[in-house]
C-alpha cells in the first residue's frame, strides 16, 4: 500500500514534455515519484529509500502550488518563478576532453576548437552583470586543456567573481606544475578534483583507465602550490559505494591539502551507459547512510541545504582529531524554512574550501576543550566538509526542488539551473 504525501511537476523522461507527478510513500518508508505522460506512459523511479527520515529532512519545504511549474524547463532561464540567487555559475570553456568517462553530464570530448578567449571574457561580464559576484566554476570538457585558462581565471576576479574554481580530472595539474602555478598566481581559489575512489579499478570501471597516481600526484601539486582540493567522487552504485569511508580517511590524511568531498550520485543525462533500473538509482539518503556506516559519521551530522532544496543535497562540518576521528563542529539540524541566501551559502563553501595564507604555522594541539581562537585555527587548518549534490534527470526531475536550484550554467546569454541545462531524454 502506497500513500500520496507530495504533488509537484516533472517532465517525460522520452519526450521532456511538463507532466503532473506525486510523491508516493510505501510501507517501507521508500518514496517514489511517479508519473503518466499521455503519449509515453506511466514512470515510476525510487528518490528516497526511507534509511533517513524524510518528513524530517524536508522539514519546512514548502510544496509546489498548482499554478507555478507549468512552462517548467522547457526554453529555460532564471525567470519569477525561480526562488534563488546564483551561488555558484558554471560557464564551459571547452567541449574537449582527454578523457571519455562513461559518466559525463557535459558529454565531453567532442574535438573542435573552443570558444575564443574574448567569447569567454564577454561570458564572464555577462555573468557578474546578471548574478553580482558568484562563485564562478570554469568546467568543459576538460577546462585545462585551455592554455589560456589561468589568464581566464584573472579576468574573472578582475571583473568581479569572489571566487573561481576549475572542474577538473587532474592529469595537466598533476604533469605541468608550471600550468598550476600560473593558475595560482592568476588567483584561481579552488580545485574541484574528480576522484571516484581508492582504488585504480573503480577508475577503470568509470573513466576507462588506471588514474589513482594521477589524482595523487594532481593533490600534491595543488598543495605546493597553495590551492585548496575539494574532492568530486561520482558515485555508482555497485562500482564504488563501498568506497565511501576510504575516501574519507584518504581525505583525513591529506588536509590541508585537502579541503573537502562533495559527493555526486550518479544522475543519468549527458553520456550515460544504459538507461537506469530502479535498483541502480542511489538516492541520498543511502548515501547518507552507507557514510555513516563505512566512516563512523552519526546520521545527525547531516544537514540538508539550507540554499537548495533539502532533496538538493547535504552538508557536514568535522575537525579531525590527531587520531584521524571526526568530530562534528554541530549537530544542531536546521530546517528548510531557515534558508540562507546564495551569498551566505557561497561564502560558505569559500570558507571551507580554499586554503589559507597562514598554513605554515606550527599546528596547535588539538582538544577537546579548546579557546575560540584554538578552534578557529582547527577549522582553518584541520577540519573537513563533506557535501553533496543529488543531480536530477528526466526520470526523477522535481521542478519544486529546480525552483530552488542556485547551482547555475551560462549558456548564450541564459542563466539556467544546472538540471535544467544538462536534461536530457533518456529513453
Same mark, same amino acid.
Request: net charge negative; proline share 6%; hydrophobic share 35%.
Given at each position: ?27 517501507s ?27 524530517r529532512?524536508?522539514q ?11 512552462l517548467?524547463?522547457?526554453?529555460c532561464?532564471?525567470c519569477?518563478?525561480h ?11 571547452? &567541449?574537449?576532453?582527454? =578523457?571519455?568517462?562513461? *559518466?559525463?553530464?557535459? #558529454? /565531453?570530448? +567532442?574535438?573542435g576548437?573552443?570558444?575564443? !578567449? ?20 570554469l ?8 592554455d ?16 573561481v ?18 593558475? &595560482?598566481?592568476?588567483? =584561481?581559489?579552488?580545485? *574541484?578534483?574528480?576522484? #571516484? /575512489?581508492? +582504488? ?5 570501471? !568509470? ?10 600526484d594532481a593533490?600534491?601539486?595543488c ?7 575539494t ?8 562500482v ?18 585537502v579541503?573537502g ?9 549527458g553520456?550515460?551507459?544504459?538507461i ?8 541520498? #539518503? ?18 540538508p ?13 568535522f ?21 540562507c ?12 574550501w580554499r ?6 604555522e ?14 578557529l585555527?582547527h577549522m ?9 549534490m ?33 536534461l536530457?531524454?533518456?529513453?
Amino acid at each position: 500500500m502506497s500513500t500520496t504525501i507530495r504533488r509537484t511537476r516533472s517532465v517525460c523522461p522520452a519526450c521532456l514534455k511538463n507532466i503532473p507527478a506525486v510523491l508516493q510513500r510505501d510501507d517501507s518508508g521508500r518514496i517514489d515519484l511517479e508519473k503518466t505522460c499521455p503519449e509515453h506512459g506511466f514512470f515510476s523511479v525510487p528518490i528516497w529509500q526511507g534509511v533517513v527520515d524524510f518528513d524530517r529532512w524536508t522539514q519546512g519545504s514548502v510544496p509546489l502550488s498548482p499554478e507555478r511549474g507549468l512552462l517548467c524547463p522547457a526554453d529555460c532561464g532564471l525567470c519569477p518563478e525561480h526562488e534563488n540567487g546564483s551561488c555558484c555559475v558554471l560557464l564551459e570553456v571547452t &567541449a574537449r576532453c582527454n =578523457l571519455h568517462c562513461k *559518466f559525463c553530464f557535459a #558529454d /565531453g570530448g +567532442r574535438f573542435g576548437t573552443d570558444p575564443d !578567449l574574448d567569447e569567454m571574457k564577454s561570458g564572464i561580464r555577462d555573468i557578474v552583470r546578471q548574478c553580482g559576484s558568484p562563485l564562478l566554476q570554469l568546467s568543459g570538457g576538460e577546462p585545462t586543456l585551455r592554455d589560456d585558462l589561468p589568464e581566464l581565471v584573472r579576468f574573472a576576479k578582475e571583473a568581479g567573481c569572489s571566487y573561481v574554481q576549475v572542474n577538473t580530472n587532474g592529469i595537466r595539474l598533476a604533469e605541468d606544475h608550471l600550468y598550476a602555478k600560473e593558475l &595560482a598566481d592568476a588567483g =584561481l581559489d579552488i580545485v *574541484f578534483l574528480q576522484f #571516484d /575512489g581508492t +582504488r585504480d579499478e573503480i577508475y577503470h570501471a !568509470l573513466r576507462g583507465k588506471a588514474l589513482l597516481q594521477t589524482k595523487l600526484d594532481a593533490i600534491h601539486t595543488c598543495a605546493e602550490v597553495r590551492v585548496g582540493v575539494t574532492l568530486v567522487p561520482t558515485v555508482v552504485k555497485g562500482v564504488n559505494d563501498k568506497d565511501l569511508g576510504e575516501i574519507v580517511s584518504f581525505a583525513c590524511d591529506y588536509l590541508p591539502a585537502v579541503r573537502g568531498i562533495h559527493f555526486q550520485p550518479a544522475s543519468y543525462f549527458g553520456r550515460i551507459p544504459y538507461i537506469p533500473k530502479s535498483d541502480d538509482r542511489y538516492t541520498l #539518503d543511502r548515501l547518507m547512510s552507507d557514510l555513516s556506516e563505512q566512516a563512523g559519521i552519526s546520521l545527525d551530522s547531516f544537514m540538508p541545504s539550507r540554499c537548495d532544496h533539502p532533496l538538493c543535497g547535504f552538508h557536514s562540518s568535522f575537525l579531525i582529531t590527531p587520531r584521524g576521528r571526526l568530530k562534528p563542529v554541530s549537530s544542531i539540524r536546521h530546517t528548510a524554512s531557515s534558508n540562507c541566501s546564495a551569498k551566505d551559502n557561497r561564502e560558505y563553501v569559500a570558507r571551507h574550501w580554499r586554503r589559507y595564507p597562514d598554513e605554515g604555522e606550527p599546528r596547535a594541539e588539538f582538544e577537546e576543550e579548546m579557546d575560540f581562537d584554538t578552534f578557529l585555527y582547527h577549522m582553518k587548518h584541520h577540519s573537513l566538509t563533506l557535501s553533496a549534490m543529488a543531480f536530477q534527470d528526466a526520470m526523477n526531475l522535481n521542478i519544486e526542488r529546480l525552483h530552488r536550484c542556485s547551482l547555475h550554467v551560462y549558456d548564450k546569454g541564459k542563466i539556467k539551473p544546472f538540471c535544467a541545462k544538462y536534461l536530457t531524454p533518456i529513453l
